[in-house]
């Protein structure tokens, strides 16, 4: 049996404790680029991938809408994951003996307020879990990491100070893909479905292929689009919709997208999150 799901990143990074805590029973298991997980996936290595997709403060990430609709996977469910940056250093490292913050840029974008309380210079990694890794390695005194807890504990590294991020809501929404789709039953669940499409090249054609979705009472939560082939003329975009296609109003307002669309695929049909109700109630909600 795969009891196998991958990650981007080092162990440690936001994307593992992601998994930790959606799939505990799961082996974790970390690639380098998005390009490995999904192929790790596809070549049935592993049964799933955890990819981010959102993140309230930093927006979308915009290597996987480019990614996902050649991968050739389905989305199968959601997690979103609380982002909480933990100011960390070696054992003999302290507030006075650091000069330096080394993470991912959207850290270091997320961290301001201590980088500048502390007088910081900032280093920007490759990604948070990485620069913990390297932190560690090199014994340095005078350089912190902003990464989570469990990268402290992987690393053996020291929490300086807990929770410096600036936004208490920053959060993070994760996809995760399997070869085969797995759709949501209709009917029992808040469901989301989540669509790519080009429109034909045609005037107008947007617009009508999105007054479906407005004349047959469908939420659209979100719509990205983005340049595809290299042409500035085609544009792809991503959608994400409540409802199933099993819904009356949802097949109705498919058949029209479809009528003005040259091309068009469902990536997935799953559960909304439970945490989307809390999202929504604090008004941050992931766009």
Not at 181 to 200: G, L, W, Y
Request: proline residues 3%; aromatic residues 8%; negative net charge.
């Amino acid at each position: 049996m795969n009891n196998k799901i991958v990650f981007q990143g080092e162990m440690g990074a936001y994307s593992h404790i992601a998994c930790v805590k959606k799939y505990p029973d799961m082996q974790h298991i970390p690639v380098q680029t998005f390009e490995d997980a999904f192929f790790q996936v596809k070549d049935g290595n592993a049964k799933y991938a955890m990819i981010p997709i959102d993140n309230s403060l930093a927006g979308r990430v915009a290597d996987i809408h480019h990614l996902l609709p050649t991968s050739g996977l389905y989305i199968i469910d959601e997690f979103f994951l609380p982002i909480e940056h933990q100011l960390l250093g070696n054992s003999d490292a302290s507030e006075e003996t650091i000069k330096n913050v080394m993470s991912h840029r959207h850290a270091l974008g997320q961290c301001r307020n201590i980088i500048s309380e502390l007088n910081l210079n900032q280093v920007v990694g490759a990604d948070t879990a990485g620069s913990a890794k390297v932190i560690s390695e090199n014994r340095d005194l005078s350089t912190a990491v902003l990464a989570s807890e469990l990268a402290a504990e992987i690393y053996n590294l020291k929490i300086i100070r807990r929770n410096v991020e600036d936004e208490n809501h920053n959060t993070t929404r994760f996809i995760i893909l399997a070869s085969e789709p797995d759709d949501a039953e209709p009917n029992k669940h808040p469901t989301i479905t989540s669509i790519v499409f080009r429109v034909r090249n045609v005037p107008a054609s947007l617009y009508k292929a999105m007054g479906g979705f407005a004349t047959n009472n469908v939420n659209l939560i979100k719509l990205e689009s983005y340049i595809v082939g290299g042409s500035f003329s085609a544009a792809q975009f991503y959608v994400d919709i409540d409802g199933h296609p099993h819904d009356e109003n949802v097949r109705l307002a498919l058949e029209e997208l479809d009528f003005f669309s040259s091309e068009l695929r469902i990536l997935g049909v799953y559960n909304a999150s439970e945490m989307r109700k809390k999202i929504n109630k604090n008004d941050n909600y992931l766009k």
